[in-house]
């Protein structure tokens, strides 16, 4: 019989913990809670054995299991030992991040008594109190109490000892701090079902006299069915005078009502034109039928085949997707559907629920921690059989899964920018791989190493290269902003043609989207004197203008400044904080100006923003479409999220402000990007009966991106970019990792960065090139310092070898786990 466990701790390091166990033998993949470093910590258990111990090692204990079957499966494990081992990734840490199930653990902190409080408290009573104490006589009784509290030894939580003895949270960490206590962070499990209250009529129940109050209450009940939640019982009114709450209670006492606790309601919720049909009741056209005997065709062989649907913006994937799911579902499977932003979640979960039903399960990171564990419960438990969700979602335990599909599958928000650092849509291909199901990845501007793994034959290629019922494509014209200013000696946000071309397309009962990639009013604040920029004292970064201002241009005090990676905030200096002087100017303009500038060209105009301002959870993106799809919104301007796969057939016109300032970034991949962007955008455009036309306002019109964008050719830019990534050794001709090295102190993090540098020098690496160390382009972040490496080499199993020696060497020196960040395919090198 087992008589140890292995688990796998969400902490940076890379190793598992053995624990012993007491009786109770969990399986592989079910968790527990074990001590660690006097916390209470949650794991997983990777293995259970009875492998003697090295002479002298002692185990402590697991405190508590916490489920009876393994909450992740086999294959599932086995998916995250890939991550760990593929990202060099803490196995632990990547198991957490498969368990949205926070809610169901409670952590808080406890006290003891320690031998010095001991001590304190025995010779307090035989001498009193010392007088050399900073404390006053009152915080110090209070200190004794605490000490009398705790003597038996038991822990007490912050909340008993406050009720208890008056002590509050500075007060017991002064104790903790002389060490007269001991704190533990304790972990204890949670139910996390979402409840509520129903109120039920007891039927045939002999009604005795009744007053009013009571009378109504029966009434309503019988009116709606005999059930109501009580929060709505609550609220019912005689004579316009809401009842007393004591009222139910008495008809409870009386037999005349029964309340019961049933499982809250999950509202999918989703977005839904009238008059506009679902995706899964269009007749399918030919190209869509070819796609999907393609993608059917492997479901029915069985095993994993990797499709890259290659569909034109408006070409009718989703419904494609749509007709895929249906068949795995008649095969008695279930489907996965992963989408790379909460703000595609509502059109889809809709069409979703109207398509499948209650069959639905929705995860993404908008959810309360509450509805993240029911609905992946009701995942496991084979009650959802189609989940979509965003990247996390990868990770859903479906039973007998038979298909996944990941749409935009080139989108940045499937990599992870935390530990674990995985990619969603190499994931999602690799879980296909290990289950021998099919995957699919669909886009219309797939990212260049999907494109390479086709052409390669890795890949089954399919293209839907025309839009439904034979729509054409938008008109793409190109305004060069460098003859605007000449033309008319000013820099202006909006030109002159885009100004002309909205106006026309409001007269006609069109509406018009306009995409201006930045946050805020304007992403500066420069002194004019000395050229000064107001930074965040956190991070190396301009802080972006928050506020509209009027007049000529000079920053207001009290206006706000905040940082878009901190979020510090604050007010905009009266002087320059360098030279003291008054000219401060903001240069720059985000989607904030483009929106006030647009009320003023165009006051009868419903004008939208669509940014991370506005839109801060699921519920502001759903009223937003809402009103976008009912025509109350003619003219929406906001950032990347408004490119992102919306269908309004009514948006005729789709304006292009500033995208190719990306173009300059320090980024081997800043052209596939504003590619994508412009042709996302594009895509926008015509959906609807009436045709559509796009303005792309630019500073470099010949740069083959943007050429290739404004003609819609994705073969011609996709050839000539990886000729550019084959003679520089970049992906998909290359594997490339980024390695941080960060601390608090700029002389650790350079000192670090130095050691590791000098090592890489002196190693003899076959087939792997070393960049760096240099300072990271954004050199402070969040008050870290940052230093970088940039590994490329031709196969993966070399980078990884290299990265762990390089980990290893990292042990050997005591530099911190945590100091060194492995970012394995990295999309940002920022």
């Known amino acids: 019989m087992p008589v140890f466990c292995d688990v796998a701790l969400p902490i940076p390091l890379d190793q598992n913990f053995t624990y012993a166990l007491n009786g109770v033998v969990p399986v592989v993949g079910a968790r527990v809670l074990v001590p660690f470093s006097g916390q209470r910590l949650m794991g997983v258990v990777v293995r259970v054995h009875e492998d003697p111990l090295p002479e002298g090692v002692e185990v402590k204990p697991v405190q508590q299991v916490l489920d009876d079957a393994a909450l992740l499966p086999e294959g599932l494990m086995r998916l995250a030992a890939w991550i760990a081992q593929y990202y060099v990734a803490p196995l632990g840490e990547v198991l957490r991040g498969m368990l949205p199930l926070g809610a169901e ?58 009720s208890a003895t008056g002590a509050g949270k500075a007060l017991l960490e002064g104790m903790v701090k002389k060490k007269w206590l001991v704190r533990e962070a304790v972990a204890e499990e949670r139910d996390a079902r979402r409840l509520e209250r129903v109120a039920v009529l007891v039927p045939e129940a002999r009604l005795p006299k009744l007053n009013e109050n009571q009378t109504a209450i029966l009434a309503e009940l019988a009116a709606v069915g005999g059930r109501m939640r009580v929060a709505d019982v609550r609220t019912i009114e005689v004579g316009g005078v809401r009842v007393p709450e004591s009222t139910l209670g008495t008809l409870v006492k009386r037999g005349l009502v029964a309340v ?53 913006t408006g070409s009718g994937k989703t419904a494609v997707y749509f007709a895929a799911m249906r068949r795995a579902l008649d095969a008695g499977k279930s489907a996965l559907l992963l989408v790379p932003e909460i703000g595609l979640t509502p059109a889809m979960a809709g069409q979703m629920f109207a398509a499948f039903g209650d069959e639905v399960a929705l995860l993404h990171s908008q959810l309360t921690p509450d509805e993240r564990a029911e609905q992946w419960h009701r995942i496991r438990r084979g009650e959802a059989r189609i989940a979509v969700g965003t ?18 599958e080139h989108d940045g928000s499937y990599k992870q920018e935390e530990t674990p650092r995985y990619h969603g849509r190499d994931v999602a291909v690799m879980r296909a791989k290990f289950l021998e199901i099919p995957v699919v990845l669909g886009s219309a501007t797939p990212s260049l190493e999907s494109w390479a793994n086709a052409e390669k034959g890795r890949y089954t290629r399919i293209e839907m290269r025309e839009r439904v019922a034979k729509r054409p494509m938008p008109a793409v014209e190109l305004v060069d902003m460098r003859l605007e200013f000449k033309e008319t000696g000013q820099e202006q946000l ?39 920029k107001i930074e965040c004292e956190n991070c190396a970064i301009s802080m972006t203008f928050h506020k509209p201002v009027e007049g000529d241009g000079h920053a207001e ?34 989607s904030q100006q483009g929106e ?173 090139r070393v960049l760096g160390p240099a300072a990271a382009p954004i050199v402070r972040l969040k008050r870290i310092y940052r230093y970088h490496f940039v590994l490329k080499a031709e196969q993966r199993a070399v980078l990884g070898a290299t990265l762990r020696r390089m980990l290893a060497f990292a042990d050997e020196k005591e530099i911190p786990r945590r100091a060194v960040v492995i970012d394995v395919d990295a999309l940002h090198l920022m």
């Open 105 to 162: 653990v409670k952590r808080h902190f406890v006290y003891t008594i320690a031998e010095a409080g001991r001590r304190v408290l025995y010779e307090g009573a035989a001498k009193g109190s010392s007088r050399r104490s900073k404390l006053t006589p009152e915080e110090q009784n209070r200190e004794y109490a605490v000490l009398n509290y705790l003597e038996s030894g038991e822990a007490a939580k912050m909340g008993a000892l406050r």
């Open 260 to 312: 019961e606790e049933v499982s809250e309601s999950f509202f999918l919720a989703g977005v839904q034109p009238e008059g506009k049909k679902n995706a899964h009741e269009h007749a399918l056209n030919e190209v869509q039928l070819e796609a999907l005997s393609v993608i059917a065709g492997a479901l029915s062989a069985g095993g994993f085949r990797a499709h890259l649907l290659y569909g034109i």
């Open 391 to 408: 990247r996390s979602a990868v990770f859903a335990p479906m039973v007998e899964l038979g298909l996944i599909i990941v749409d935009e």
């Open 494 to 532: 909006f030109s002159r043609e885009l100004i002309a071309q909205t106006q026309a397309t409001l007269d006609r009962g069109e509406q018009v989207v306009i995409l201006l990639n930045r946050r805020g009013y304007s992403f500066v604040v420069m002194c004019r004197s000395c050229g000064e």
């Open 557 to 590: 005090a009290g206006q706000r400044l905040q940082c878009h990676y901190c979020g510090f905030r604050r007010a905009v200096p009266t002087t320059c904080p360098k030279c003291s002087s008054e000219h401060l100017y903001f240069l720059g303009a985000g």
């Open 596 to 768: 006030e500038r647009l009320q003023e060209l165009f006051p009868a105009a419903r004008i939208g923003r669509m940014d991370r301002d506005t839109v801060r959870g699921r519920a502001d993106m759903e009223r937003l479409l809402a009103r976008l799809h009912a025509g109350e919104i003619n003219l929406l301007v906001g950032t990347q999220m408004i490119a992102k796969g919306h269908d309004i057939h009514g948006i005729t016109l789709v304006g292009v402000v500033g995208a190719d300032f990306a173009l300059g970034l320090p980024d081997f991949r800043a052209a596939e990007r504003v590619f994508q962007l412009l042709t996302q955008v594009s895509g926008r455009a015509g959906r609807g009966n009436l045709p559509g036309k796009v303005l792309i306002q630019t500073y470099h019109p010949d740069h083959y991106a943007i050429q290739f964008a404004a003609k819609h050719e994705y073969p011609g830019f996709v050839a000539k970019e990886l000729q550019y990534r084959r003679w520089m050794h970049y992906p998909p001709f290359a594997v490339l990792a980024n390695v941080i090295v960060q601390s608090a102190k700029l002389e650790e993090a350079t000192a670090w960065a130095t050691t590791l540098g000098r090592w890489f020098e002196r190693t003899k690496l076959e087939n792997v």
